[in-house]
């Protein structure tokens, strides 16, 4: 499983990270926006895709549209990690075709609830 | 300034009073010269009028100005509350880190002494220091040593873990630092505005206004009310289930 983890800030990038490996996922990758994650993308390999909201270039709202409408990407899970909490961005996030979607600051139990459900669906 | 009709007038008064005083008519010459004081308190209080009309009006479009209403009403108030936030989140990550080694430093001064000792038994027990009653206590001691790590280990790992955690202040504080940035930067954009406003009266159009739709908000900053925004994780999850997720 080959996760590709997308957030402006360094440090949230290594947090995520770590508890991503924490809950025994080893293949990790970064980016920094969304226009430098979507050639990594694109390129294929990855699994599973975590994104921030906010960040400069190209946001992760755009990035999880643009995996969406792209054939080869278009049924990977999405999380997002965001501090965005209006319902409204909420909402558009989920027609947008977001799997889970958790605002910071956030706790480890609340990202591994988060990671299981979306794997339990799509096992199932 | 008086205008040529003025002028006129008051040269026909002049020449009045030439007149009466010439002809040593000392009543008229008075009534004359008190009519020509009042013609000019006259034209003082105009004056003052239209000063005081040109400071209303400077006033009044200080008032229209929405832009600094809203920044001095609502945004450097928000910005109080956010960079107030900011010390509570740097101040909380810096306690929780503290907390955790805390925790920390004694498991490890503990198992170091601990794994001290039995290497010293050990390095006694390969060279064949170690009587019989010595070995049987030193192997209960590993036991006891081996089953004390595992649970200080998961201590370790667990702490270790919220220290990484709490540094998610970092990207929170950054987020709201920004925005603050921003704020100051149309401060200063306003200001110069009002300069420029305070100059010339009819330039002071609000042109540059602000608040374009699809703002991100950041993070949601306690004292900060933003319309439409979930409070916890929580709430967030009823959203998504209200949507079928």
């Known amino acids: 499983m080959k996760i590709l983890v997308v957030d402006d800030f360094s440090t949230m990038r290594r947090i995520v990270k770590n508890l991503l490996r924490e809950l025994g996922f080893t293949n990790l990758d970064e980016a920094d926006d969304g226009q430098t994650a979507w050639p990594k993308l694109k390129a294929g390999g990855y699994d599973f895709l975590v994104t921030d909201w906010n960040m400069p270039g190209m946001t992760g709202i755009e990035l999880l549209k643009t995996v969406r409408a792209n054939p080869e990407t278009a049924n990977m899970p999405v999380l997002m990690v965001t501090a965005e909490q209006k319902r409204e961005q909420i909402i558009e996030a989920a027609q947008a075709g977001v799997n889970g979607y958790i605002i910071k600051p956030f706790t480890a139990a609340t990202l591994k609830e988060k990671i299981d459900k979306i794997f339990a669906r799509s096992a199932g | ?245």
């Open chain 2, 1 to 245: 300034m008086q205008d040529e009709s003025d002028r006129l007038e008051l040269l026909v008064k002049a020449k009045q009073l030439v007149e009466s005083i010439e002809a040593k008519n000392d009543a008229r010459t008075d009534e004359l010269l008190s009519a020509m004081s009042v013609d000019r308190e006259r034209g003082l209080f105009k004056e003052v009028g239209h000063l005081t009309r040109q400071l209303h009006d400077n006033l009044s479009s200080f008032a229209l100005d929405e832009q600094l209403i809203d920044l001095t009403g609502k945004e450097i108030p928000d910005a109080k509350e956010r960079l107030n936030y900011v010390i509570e989140m740097t101040d909380d990550a810096a306690h929780k880190t503290l907390n955790a080694i805390d925790e920390i430093l004694p498991v490890t001064t503990e198992m170091q002494q601990k794994s001290e000792l039995l290497s010293k038994n050990w390095k006694r027990f390969l060279s064949r220091e170690l009587s019989l009653g010595e070995f049987k206590d030193m192997s209960g001691e590993i036991s006891q040593f081996l089953e004390y790590s595992c649970v200080n280990m998961k201590v370790l790992n667990d702490k270790t873990n919220e220290i990484v955690l709490a540094q998610g202040y970092q990207d929170l504080t950054g987020q709201i630092i920004r925005k603050v940035i921003t704020l100051v930067q149309s401060v200063e954009d306003s200001l110069v505005d009002l300069v420029r406003i305070s100059g010339s009266p009819e330039e002071g159009d609000s042109s540059s206004k602000k608040a374009e739709k699809g703002v991100l908000e950041g993070p949601v900053v306690p004292g900060v009310v933003v319309e439409g925004s979930v409070n916890s994780q929580d709430e967030v999850d009823d959203l998504l289930s209200s949507l079928g997720f």
